[in-house]
């Protein structure tokens, strides 16, 4: 088969050192992107030089090292806003990661304005990062937690979400990108059946962020979730988005120090969204690698990774279909590149233990979606995609399958 590819992921795997030889690590072929991404040198630098030179807390220090910190935590905020066209940085809330943003939005917005016998729509496909606090929400408030089934091809039925759909919904909880199916999930006319209804639309984006344009006034969600480590970046920082007219009516998640305007005995004013949300010493270092990381992405052009990891999701899934036994979950081929699969009847975790002797990482059980995994009838294994891959790295894979069924005796003689 001769295809072109638009993109070289071999001089992309140059700008990261976790792809060069080194005598503590065997270098692996890395497809397990969905769980987390590799970090370039931009992003390694760009958080040791902060704590090399320009260390200070944010927001709070008479100095000159403190007001450059703060106003590199501020342009990495601005990054944020810039890079998903919110209106403005103050609709963006650093947080540790989706699954903080997630919790905030369900402790903030939900213990406010959720009540008994109203309702919370959830996909089938959710993680439990978007999962766990609404079924917490509901349990607390008396609210009904409907479940939006998925179809047997793994995806969503937009009419049976008008047929969930109540005067008494407050909100739609999707995921953009399943991280267990690939589905890329109609975001905009989501938010839009949803909004038609009166309910708000939470869009959990951890695995889109790094693989697609993402516009919030495009889509018209009411808040979107995301991670730095699954976008090139550090763990410990992700982001909340949200409308700033919510922001305004939401009281403050935790409080602490940087997000109170006047405390006396008799009065608390908190300080304007998004301080509001962000009470004790932030993440300020990663969010500085965060902004790097975002730069990264774009100096690689966000249309241009999206077309080249279609390229690729469209050969593993031809060489996945070639493999006798594999069992491939999710809708082909219009999918994004994360791929869970079983093989005849070996567990997962034998899979991925026997593909680590060939150096191939993947990840293999539930991925935090239990229910999702019931549905499917159990663990699979996962592989994930992200810009460094590339042919040679899934007939890695696809080789490493065939030991698999070598071992397990499912090859024939
Ligand atoms: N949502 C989805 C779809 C995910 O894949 C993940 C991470 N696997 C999360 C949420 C949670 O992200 P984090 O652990 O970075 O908070």
Redesign the pocket.
């Known amino acids: 088969m001769t295809a072109t590819y638009t993109l070289d992921a071999g001089e992309i795997r140059k700008q990261f050192p976790f792809f060069q030889p080194h005598p503590e690590m065997r270098s692996v072929i890395y497809l397990d992107n969905?769980?987390t991404t590799q970090k370039p040198y931009a992003v390694i630098e760009a958080v040791s030089h902060f704590w090399a030179h320009h260390n200070a807390n944010v927001h709070r220090g008479g100095h000159g090292a403190g007001a450059k910190a703060s106003e590199l935590y501020e342009a990495a905020r601005a990054r944020v806003a810039q890079f998903i066209n919110a209106r403005e940085p103050a609709e963006v809330v650093f947080t540790?990661?989706?699954?903080?943003a997630i919790n905030l939005v369900a402790s903030s917005w939900g213990e406010t304005f959720v009540n008994t016998g109203d309702e919370i729509i959830v996909t089938e496909m959710e993680?439990h990062?978007?999962l766990l606090p609404w079924m917490r929400l509901a349990e607390k408030r008396g609210a009904h937690l409907k479940v939006w089934r998925i179809t047997d091809d793994g995806r969503l039925d937009l009419e049976a979400l008008d047929r969930l759909l109540t005067e008494r919904t407050r909100l739609v909880a999707v995921?953009h990108?399943?991280?267990v199916l690939g589905t890329v999930n109609p975001v905009a006319e989501i938010c839009q059946r949803a909004h038609a209804a009166g309910a708000l639309c939470l869009v959990?984006a951890?695995?889109s962020i790094a693989h697609m344009p993402i516009d919030v006034q495009a889509i018209d969600c009411d808040f979107l979730a995301f991670?730095g480590?699954?976008a090139y970046g550090p763990t410990g920082i992700?982001v909340l988005y949200a409308k700033r007219a919510l922001l305004e009516t939401m009281p403050p998640y935790q409080v602490g120090g940087g997000m109170v305007q006047v405390v006396r005995w008799e009065r608390l004013v908190w300080a304007e969204p998004p301080a509001k949300f962000e009470a004790g010493t932030p993440p300020i270092g990663e969010a500085i690698g965060l902004h790097a990381a975002l730069d990264f992405i774009d100096s690689i052009g966000r249309d241009a990774i999206e077309r080249y990891e279609r390229e690729l999701t469209e050969y593993a899934l031809q060489r996945l279909q070639e493999v006798p036994d594999l069992r491939l979950y999710g809708p082909i081929p219009d999918r994004a590149g994360i791929f869970a699969f079983t093989l005849g009847d070996i567990h997962p975790h034998d899979i991925a233990t026997v593909l680590d002797t060939r150096d191939v990482a993947i990840r293999s059980g539930l991925?935090?979606a239990h229910p999702l995994g019931e549905r499917l009838g159990g663990a699979t294994a996962r592989a994930s995609l992200a810009i460094y891959n590339d042919t040679q790295h899934i007939d890695a894979l696809i080789d490493a399958l065939d030991e698999v069924r070598r071992v397990f005796g499912l090859a024939r003689a």
């Open positions: 969905a769980a540790r990661g989706t699954t903080e993680h990062a978007n995921s990108v399943s991280n959990d951890a695995q991670s480590h699954k992700g991925h935090c």
